[in-house]
C-alpha cells in the first residue's frame, strides 16, 4: 500500500543545531506540505511544493527550508534551531488540486 | 487571507447525546475538509464538502457546508466513545493550500 513516511517520529536538539526531517512518499503524489501543529494554534502550513525543483513559503517559513529534487522527498531543514520550533511536524501529500491531504505519523521536535 | 475558526475548543459529552461543532471562515474557499485527529497520531481525512448545501454523512458523523454563512458545521449524532478525538476542519484557498481551524477536542464520557 502506498503510505507517506516521516523520519525520524522523535527528536531533541539543541539550540543553534542545523535539524532536517525527511519526509517520503509513494503515493507518487506531486504535491507535498509540511505543517507544524501547536497546541491552540491547529497546523500551520510552513512550505509546499507542486513538484520536483518546485517549493513556496508557508505561513510560517521563517527559519525553515525545503528541497525537492525527486517525487518522493520533501526533506524539511531547520537552518538554526530555535526553542520556538519545538514543536509536532506534520508532512502531507495530494493527488492534485481539491484533493484530500495524506497526513504522516508526524515528526516530535524539541529544541533545547 | 482565509481564516477558520472552530466552536467550541473543547466539548466533553455523554454517551449517547448530540451535538455539532461549528466551522466559520472568513474568505471564499474552494474546499472544507474535516479530519479527525486521535492523541499522538496523524491526521485522518473524514469528509470534503464541494458545494453549497452540501451534506456528507458516516456512521454517527454528519457534515454540511453553507458557502453564503462561510460556514460549516459536524453534527454527532447519539456519540460513543470511540468517537473521542480532536476534530479539526480546513479550508482550501488558490493552490491547494489548506488553512486550519484551531480544533475540537471531543471527549465522550461513558
Known amino acids: 500500500d502506498a503510505e507517506i513516511t516521516q523520519s525520524p517520529r522523535h527528536k531533541i536538539t539543541e539550540t543553534g543545531r542545523q535539524v532536517t526531517l525527511a519526509c517520503h512518499q509513494t503515493?507518487?503524489?506531486?504535491?507535498m506540505f509540511w505543517y507544524r501543529q501547536d497546541l491552540g494554534h491547529g497546523l500551520r502550513l510552513i512550505h509546499y511544493?507542486?513538484?520536483?525543483?518546485?517549493?513556496n513559503k508557508g505561513e510560517v517559513s521563517d527559519g525553515y527550508s525545503v528541497s525537492r529534487s525527486n517525487t518522493e522527498d520533501l526533506p524539511l531543514t531547520l537552518e538554526s534551531a530555535a526553542s520556538s520550533q519545538t514543536s509536532v511536524y506534520f508532512c502531507a501529500s495530494s493527488e492534485g488540486e481539491y484533493q484530500p491531504q495524506h497526513f504522516g505519523d508526524g515528526t516530535r521536535l524539541s529544541i533545547l | 487571507e482565509l481564516k477558520v475558526e472552530q466552536n467550541p475548543l473543547f466539548l466533553s459529552m455523554q454517551e449517547g447525546k448530540n451535538y455539532t461543532i461549528y466551522c466559520n471562515y472568513s474568505?471564499?474557499?474552494?474546499?472544507l475538509y474535516w479530519y479527525r485527529q486521535d492523541p499522538g497520531k496523524s491526521l485522518e481525512s473524514l469528509f470534503v464538502l464541494l458545494s453549497n448545501g452540501a451534506v456528507k454523512q458516516e456512521g454517527r458523523l454528519m457534515a454540511s457546508l453553507d458557502t453564503k454563512a462561510r460556514l460549516s458545521t459536524l453534527h454527532i449524532t447519539a456519540a460513543v466513545h470511540d468517537l473521542s478525538a480532536t476534530y479539526f476542519c480546513a479550508g482550501l484557498s488558490a493552490g491547494n493550500m489548506l488553512t486550519f481551524g484551531g480544533g475540537t477536542r471531543l471527549m465522550v464520557k461513558p
Open positions: 474568505t471564499t474557499s474552494d474546499r
Open positions: 511544493s507542486y513538484g520536483v525543483q518546485d517549493t
Open positions: 503515493w507518487n503524489h506531486n504535491n
